[in-house]
């Protein structure tokens, strides 16, 4: 009897497939780079059929390691990031354009103008690049109006790819489009999309986050197995801490860095954060509110380009040597500041760096630029929030891997951090949604993960806290 669940996780710069079983057990998992194109400095790009053959291999390498049968599995689920665009042949499932990522900005201009208009659309959301992207493609517009072209953001490519031609997504998927109503999240805003000039059969039907959403086909992963879960990556992670209820929070930090807290019946739109559809089931919307450090991980990527490591890992480990930054300030805005910012325009800066400073000390002057960037997010959240000041920030994500990373979160945010036991949390979440989509019961978390205490006391990482913001956040408004 099939007993084993899937995980495919694909985020922006790789994609992952993880085997566990039951009882949260990690049986075998595989991973692969992603690589994305820049043809512009604004502009982002991937390409989605050699990304749909990526996926297909990390499956069949997780499933290898297992020592597992593709007919083993009992349910699997998908999560991805968000926000991206996929327009692809109806009938082949061939993309007809590269994917559009979550962090293009070609739609500055269109969401401007979209905002004028009444519909309120950021830069990086696939409402304002989708016709952009679709204008591209040789006769686009009429095409798409024939039926001939789907749309849908990644998650919902791969359901079309792994099930043999569904076109759906979820509403936690759908609401980073901003296409999504805001007054009625189980439907799209059909105003916006007729003030696009779009069809409303280019965009997939909308679907439960949980339950038996479709199964795959056996040319796509070699057996059918259920799909049970369709999730935002950010929401798996969710699912993973088990912070779907209302209060629950975490942080994972891997390409980006984002704090999620679930918000309950009720989306958040006074505190700062952006609010968010965590989980909808039939007519039941669960929300969240989150806060994004753009910049989080692919920060250590940059400094490896800048020759200033070999490796991610060798760059956490140089940090540790230095007790602190040598009053070195990092801004990590490779594509620009977000949470409580929103500036898309914002760069990378590196201030207080002279000839005394040592490689151990720029090292940690950039993990503390993406501690501080949290910081500032967690301080929203608790001035909007009933949370206990004192309460662990639950992490997890590729960057936590590293002790020195966590600890210096800990230390500037002056609260303790704890790392869940599976780093990869978002793979877990989104084969555990999937197990819970297709009733298959798991065991309770085995553990609590590591804790990280404060070195320092609240106000130190305060007064901390003001110094690199006096260093390095110089926009008009500050």
């Known amino acids: 009897?099939?007993?084993?669940?899937?995980?495919?996780?694909?985020?922006?710069?790789?994609?992952?497939?993880?085997?566990?079983?039951?009882?949260?057990?990690?049986?075998?998992?595989?991973?692969?780079?992603?690589?994305?194109t820049h043809p512009h400095p604004d502009l982002s790009e991937q390409d989605a059929a050699a990304l749909w053959e990526t996926v297909r291999s990390v499956v069949a390498t997780a499933l290898a390691r297992a020592g597992c049968a593709p007919d083993d599995l009992a349910?699997?689920?998908?999560?991805?990031?968000?926000?991206?665009?996929?327009?692809?042949?109806?009938?082949?499932?061939?993309?007809?354009?590269?994917?559009?990522?979550?962090?293009?900005?070609?739609?500055?201009?269109?969401?401007?103008?979209l905002r004028a208009a009444g519909h309120p659309v950021m830069p990086i959301a696939a409402a304002a690049k989708l016709e952009a992207a679709l204008d591209a493609v040789p006769d686009g517009r009429r095409r798409a109006a024939d039926g001939d072209l789907a749309w849908g953001t990644l998650d919902s490519y791969l359901v079309h790819r792994l099930s043999g031609g569904h076109h759906i997504t979820d509403r936690s998927c759908a609401w980073s489009s901003a296409y999504l109503d805001l007054a009625d999240p189980t439907r799209w805003n059909e105003s916006l999309i007729g003030h696009q000039g779009l069809p409303i059969?280019?965009?997939?039907?909308?679907?439960?986050?949980?339950?038996?959403?479709?199964?795959?086909?056996?040319?796509a992963i070699w057996a059918?197995?259920?799909?049970?879960?369709?999730?935002?990556?950010?929401?798996?992670?969710?699912f993973a801490h088990g912070a779907v209820d209302t209060g629950g929070?975490?942080?994972?930090?891997?390409?980006?860095?984002?704090?999620?807290?679930?918000?309950?019946?009720?989306?958040?739109?006074r505190s700062g954060l952006v609010p968010m559809v965590l989980a909808g089931w039939g007519g039941r919307t669960s929300f969240a509110a989150e806060g994004m450090v753009r910049s989080a991980g692919e920060m250590l990527l940059w400094a490896v380009g800048e020759g200033m490591a070999d490796s991610a890992e060798a760059l956490t480990a140089l940090a540790g040597q230095a007790r602190d930054s040598g009053g070195v300030g990092v801004r990590p805005a490779l594509h620009g500041l977000g949470t409580p910012y929103d500036d898309s325009t914002a760069q990378i800066a590196v201030r207080g760096r002279t000839d005394d400073t040592t490689p151990a000390q720029m090292a940690r002057a950039i993990l503390e630029g993406v501690a501080f960037r949290m910081r500032e997010i967690v301080d929203l959240t608790v001035a909007g929030h009933p949370v206990d000041p004192q309460a662990p920030l639950p992490v997890d994500g590729g960057l936590t891997r590293s002790d020195v990373f966590c600890q210096v979160q800990a230390d500037l945010l002056g609260r303790p951090v704890i790392r869940h036991p599976q780093v990869e949390a978002t793979a877990l979440g989104a084969a555990l949604a999937g197990a819970r989509g297709v009733g298959v019961a798991v065991a309770e978390p085995p553990s609590a993960g590591d804790l990280f205490e404060p070195t320092i006391d609240g106000p130190e990482a305060h007064e901390r806290l003001l110094e690199w913001q006096a260093l390095v956040i110089d926009l008009p408004h500050r």
Not at 96 to 102: E, S, Y
Not at 211 to 218: D, E, N, P
Not at 224 to 238: L, T
Not at 258 to 269: H, K, Q
Request: net charge negative.
């Open 224 to 238: 059918e197995v259920p799909i049970g879960a369709v999730v935002a990556d950010q929401q798996a992670g969710m």
């Open 249 to 269: 929070w975490k942080a994972t930090f891997g390409t980006s860095g984002v704090l999620m807290i679930a918000t309950g019946d009720t989306p958040d739109f």
């Open 75 to 113: 349910s699997l689920g998908i999560t991805t990031q968000r926000s991206s665009i996929v327009i692809w042949d109806r009938s082949s499932g061939e993309p007809v354009a590269p994917m559009v990522l979550w962090n293009d900005l070609r739609g500055m201009d269109r969401a401007a103008e």
């Open 201 to 219: 059969d280019f965009f997939p039907l909308l679907c439960d986050t949980t339950g038996r959403l479709g199964t795959t086909t056996a040319g």
């Open 1 to 36: 009897m099939p007993h084993l669940l899937l995980g495919i996780d694909v985020g922006t710069s790789g994609a992952r497939a993880m085997v566990f079983t039951r009882d949260r057990r990690e049986l075998g998992a595989a991973q692969a780079l992603l690589t994305s």
